[in-house]
């Protein structure tokens, strides 16, 4: 990473990638829920993977679900949803407006994404302590684990 006080947009999704990896809910999104939060967007021509890759905004989201299941801390939950209208200001701002516009459906252009900076220390702030990723993966992978549980005997019994 440049050395700013600022991340990039690639900067700011490798950081918010590196946290869901750690927590697994990344994992857990992928393999348990399969994106439901994509909808229909996932096979439209405007979906990341067939664009720029995956988006900022998509990349930070989390179902109000699932994080009052993992957050063992209403103020992280805050936290987490500062950073996120910070990124949608921000991603505005990328775009050239000045209004709130829907980040998660329309694809980035590489010069917007150029042109998206954010400050280092509000990611930082946004993102749980160490601590706490230790305590959201230890929930996320009870709750992946009661998961695959639960899709094993529903299987067992449909079969039966």
Same mark, same amino acid.
């Given at each position: ?97 000045? =209004? !709130? ?7 980035? #252009? ?7 900076? +954010?400050? @280092? ?9 160490? =601590? !706490? ?7 996320? #992978? ?7 549980? +639960?899709? @094993? ?8």
């Amino acid at each position: 990473m440049e050395n700013s006080t600022y991340y990039t947009y690639s900067e700011t999704v490798d950081v918010i990638e590196k946290f869901m990896k750690e927590t697994g809910i990344r994992n857990y999104c992928e393999s348990i829920c399969e994106g439901h939060c994509c909808g229909a967007c996932y096979t439209r021509d405007t979906a990341c993977h067939r664009n720029e890759g995956r988006r900022l905004a998509c990349s930070h989201y989390l179902c109000c679900w699932l994080k009052n299941l993992i957050f063992p801390d209403r103020a992280l939950d805050y936290h987490y949803d500062e950073l996120g209208c910070l990124i949608r200001r921000q991603l505005s701002k990328a775009r050239g407006v000045a =209004y !709130y516009t829907n980040p998660y459906f329309i694809p980035y #252009t590489r010069e917007q994404m150029d042109n998206f900076r +954010i400050p @280092k220390l509000e990611v930082d702030k946004g993102l749980p302590s160490p =601590y !706490y990723v230790a305590q959201i993966s230890r929930r996320v #992978t009870a709750l992946v684990s009661l998961g695959q549980h +639960i899709w @094993k005997r529903a299987s067992k019994q449909l079969a039966d």
